[in-house]
């Protein structure tokens, strides 16, 4: 059973939404925000901020002042965390960039998408706050966990010395975390350690396959984070696509040359689609699965407004009182007038300038009501499976596919044929307001679940979510440009500095469905088998569930058939890893401190190994030079037997000390 923090004394409840507790959450903020940008167009994956910024808070505070309270240190998660969040617009909007209709991100215009969106998202979350936290047996893992580190860490349940040694313990093994993390990555970049280990080779039946691995301890520590679940679903995948899927289609289409160039196009220029398939119809089941909770949902939560209309607000217990109805409703029409300019200064100019008012009109609308539905979806999945689990990725591509089905049927007939590249980027751009809509609202009820168990007060808590979407979304064009220019990214036009390309894997595939819709070339019988895949992932994991012991996520699996190998073998052998650590912890005296601390050693590689490689991004703009701290030749032999065999022992070594750690 879930511990729940004491109520506040009354001279104790102004010391939650402080100017300190702010400033605090927007400083964590620069950390967690620039992390997750760069993990989520290096592997289509980001990582939840609540438990990391929930340690540091304690930690940071406990020391420089001695009134802090529960509640206000959920109040520095909070902003920490809906920022953090922010970042998966990066699953989009660098598609703008890939098509060729940005060559940066204009400041404005980009903050403008993230704000706008991200602070609907956190107007559509209130009136479902009751239905799905409230009021709702759903499990929210990450909410919970980090309310647990709040209640413990900050001595609400009695032993405040040994709450302070928590504190300190956390922030001690985050700060070794992403130290390793760090220095690893700093090898690699000198180019001692390998940046990536694989292996290729032809096949009997005459085709090509292989594997690879990027050697980075934030993928280890993000599939630490995922579990052995979702570990065990991307492993099969992976089998899908590298076992199955490459060598039939490579012996279908033979080639000369290396065995790893012809199974990479391969797998680029068809497997990619079956794994696009696959994920559409993952998330079309979850929308299915979900439609019966969330009308009663909806119905509970207009039923709880109406209450308060009545004017019965004034009775309502402090931990019930959201920010009010007729005040959320006003700031999201708000919301959605920077969102109507930025669309029709896309237009402006350009070939669909006499479209201006039906395309905005309709993406106006089309936002209002997709988002909403798209906001309580990502919200009850992040109750039901976490917020770093919760399908963003499926709701980006069926927002995607209605996006450019209507914007095709108002604008190709005005184009009669000509370039189709501005409906292409204005649909992108709807998707990216979407999207924004999604990330927090998919955040936002994670965080009001911690607030419901330590006792916060849900409208101060709204307001620090608003305070963090608009803090993450100006950082995040700053950090989107830098990397741009330092490394850009894969298939967009023009040259970075460096010659290594973040993938930006998530946004290829968003631009990639939009351009087919629109230009009338998606490869729809490649999507279509993977559908079917798909299916039978669903088949399977339904009936693994049916035995309540076992389960395949379907999004997991069709993921690991869309993204490289590279990124999925490490996230799978860290998936792994961390079952067995905490397996392990199990027999530990004090389990729940050992798993505990596990956590925050792997949010510490993301961390670390994330922050790196944006200041490395720094150095390569400032010198101008694609690898500036080499210090060996790319083909150094040693790099990659050293690289092994350091990643085995760091991971390793940390667990053990961390273990040791725990057990006091």
């Not at 309502?316 to 200064?345: K, N, S, Y």
Request: aromatic letters at 6%.
């Amino acid at each position: 059973m879930t511990a729940h923090a004491p109520p506040l004394a009354a001279s104790d409840t102004r010391l939650e939404l402080t100017v300190r507790g702010v400033v605090m959450g927007v400083l964590i903020t620069l950390v967690f925000t620039a992390a997750n940008v760069y993990l989520g167009l290096k592997v289509a994956l980001t990582f939840s901020t609540a438990i990391p910024a929930a340690v540091i808070s304690m930690a940071v505070l406990r020391t420089f002042t001695r009134n802090a309270t529960i509640v206000e240190n959920n109040i520095v998660q909070t902003v920490a965390s809906a920022a953090g969040a922010m970042a998966s617009v990066v699953f989009v909007l660098p598609g703008l960039v890939i098509i060729g209709a940005w060559s940066g991100f204009p400041f404005w215009t980009s903050f403008a998408v993230c704000a706008a969106g991200g602070v609907l998202g956190v107007m559509y979350t209130i009136p479902l706050r009751r239905a799905l936290v409230a009021q709702s047996n759903l499990p929210y893992p990450e909410g919970v966990a980090a309310a647990e580190v709040l209640i413990v860490g900050s001595g609400a349940q009695g032993d405040s010395v040994q709450a302070e040694a928590d504190s300190r313990l956390g922030l001690i093994t985050i700060s070794i975390g992403a130290i390793a993390a760090a220095a690893y990555a700093a090898l690699s970049a000198m180019r001692v350690f390998a940046g990536e280990v694989s292996t290729y080779f032809r096949t009997p039946n005459g085709g090509a396959t292989g594997l690879g691995a990027q050697m980075s301890l934030a993928l280890f520590g993000a599939g630490h984070l995922m579990g052995p679940a979702v570990g065990a679903a991307m492993l099969v995948g992976l089998a899908i696509a590298w076992g199955a899927a490459v060598p039939i289609l490579t012996a279908a289409a033979p080639a000369a040359g290396p065995a790893a160039d012809w199974a990479q196009t391969i797998w680029s220029q068809k497997v990619r689609f079956l794994g696009a398939g696959a994920i559409g119809v993952s998330a079309i089941w979850t929308l299915a699965k979900l439609a019966g909770p969330l009308v009663t949902g909806v119905a509970s939560a207009l039923a709880a407004a109406r209450h308060r209309r009545t004017g019965q607000a004034g009775t309502l217990p402090r931990v019930e009182q959201d920010l009010p109805i007729g005040l959320t409703a006003v700031i999201g029409l708000i919301c959605l007038v920077p969102v109507a300019v930025v669309l029709a200064a896309s237009l402006t100019g350009g070939p669909l300038g006499g479209l201006i008012v039906p395309l905005t009109i309709a993406a106006v609308l089309y936002i209002v009501i997709a988002g909403f539905a798209v906001a309580a979806v990502c919200g009850y999945m992040a109750g039901l499976i976490g917020s770093s689990n919760s399908p963003v990725s499926g709701m980006a591509i069926l927002s995607v596919l209605g996006a450019a089905l209507l914007i095709a049927a108002i604008g190709l007939p005005v184009l009669k044929g000509g370039d189709v590249k501005p409906l292409i980027a204005f649909a992108l751009l709807v998707t990216s307001v979407l999207i924004a809509v999604a990330v927090s609202a998919n955040d936002n009820l994670q965080d009001l679940k911690t607030g419901q168990l330590v006792d916060a007060t849900p409208w101060r808590q709204q307001v620090a979510l608003v305070i963090g979407v608009i803090a993450g979304s100006a950082l995040i064009p700053v950090i989107l440009n830098l990397l741009n220019r330092a490394y850009g990214f894969a298939g967009a036009p023009g040259q970075a500095i460096s010659d290594t390309p973040l993938a930006a894997p998530q946004a290829t595939l968003i631009s990639t469905i939009a351009s087919g819709v629109v230009g009338g070339d998606l490869q729809w019988g490649l999507i279509g088998v993977g559908a079917l895949v798909g299916a039978g992932l669903v088949l399977i994991d339904e009936t693994l569930r049916r035995g309540g012991r076992y389960s395949l996520p379907p999004l997991g699996a069709a993921l690991a058939i869309y993204l490289p190998s590279s990124v999925t073998v490490p996230v799978i052998i860290g998936a792994f890893a961390g079952w067995a650590f905490n397996r392990r912890a199990e027999r530990a005296p004090n389990p729940e401190t050992t798993r505990q601390l596990g956590v925050l050693l792997v949010s510490g590689y993301i961390v670390g190994d994330s922050l790196l490689n944006v200041a490395y991004a720094g150095l390569i703009v400032a010198t101008g030079q694609g690898a500036p701290l080499a210090l060996v030749p790319e083909d150094f032999a040693p790099a990659t037997p050293l690289a092994l065999a350091a990643y085995a022992a760091v991971a390793f070594a940390l667990y053990a000390w961390t273990a040791r750690r725990a057990r006091g």
